[in-house]
């Protein structure tokens, strides 16, 4: 028979600490929340789902949390126009598809492509990241 092993993923405390943030419980449940659910929200979204847990917890600490998690590359900050900054979980390579009626969604960039956008650049330029937005509606259900 087959051995079959599950990966756990590693606790929220040692993904922070293994980049450089100390973990805190506010920080562990702003991050899992972005890890929960990937669905691109708001800090005020974000702060309205952590509050079930934490009910003690302020705006400003939501707000807090979030730059450190992007300042340490665990979340991305992604901005539509003048909307509100959205926060994303999903590191791998991917563009975002930005709903006019509402909503963001993750686009796979296959490594490719990637080198096919870089392509485009002339020699010497020093790409830092990429960042691809696609806005317009979704087909309708």
């Known amino acids: ?30 991050y899992r929340s972005l890890l929960q659910q990937r669905d691109h929200p708001t800090a005020d979204e974000v702060f309205a789902r ?14 807090n949390c979030l730059d450190v998690l992007v300042q340490h590359k665990l979340v991305k900050a992604v901005n539509f126009e003048r909307g509100p900054t959205q926060y994303c979980a999903n590191l791998a390579p991917h563009a975002h598809f930005h709903d006019e009626a509402g909503g963001t969604l993750d ?18 330029f020093d790409v830092k990241h990429i960042e691809v937005n696609f806005h317009g509606r979704t087909p309708s259900a």
């Open 50 to 63: 952590v509050r079930e847990n934490a009910p003690t917890i302020s705006l400003a600490t939501v707000y």
């Open 107 to 124: 686009i796979d960039m296959p490594p490719e492509m990637i080198t096919q956008l870089l392509g485009l650049l002339p020699e010497n």
């Open 1 to 30: 028979m087959a051995e079959t092993h599950t990966h756990k993923p590693e606790p929220v405390a040692d993904v922070l600490a293994d980049h450089g943030v100390r973990p805190t419980s506010q920080r562990e449940t702003v």
